[in-house]
């Protein structure tokens, strides 16, 4: 990833935050966002296994996190940190907009 501009990932984070109060709406707003648009499900590399990315979720602790499997075994793993795949996935422009969003 990395082909967006700040401009265009504060666009995003506009578009995904707009009428929201505090940290938590402005996350719901970014969840939606990634939810409706990233294709799913997809395959990555994390720490060398290769998993399925499912899906995504909202976690207690207010952080997106993303759904994924290998066999039987699930994993979540924080969107910060989940390593996408090249080519990314369509929607993926989310997945850098809120990656944007908590590094500003």
Known sequence: MGTLSRRELA???DEATVDTYDEYEQVSGLFAAVEENLAVPFSTVVLGVE???RGID???DGR???RCTR???RQTI?????PLPDPAPAGAEWVEAYRYYWAR
């Open 51 to 53: 998993v399925t990315v």
């Open 71 to 73: 066999g039987k075994f």
């Open 64 to 66: 997106i996190v993303a």
């Open 11 to 13: 666009a995003l984070v």
């Open 78 to 82: 924080g969107l910060l940190d989940l």
């Open 58 to 60: 909202l976690s207690r």
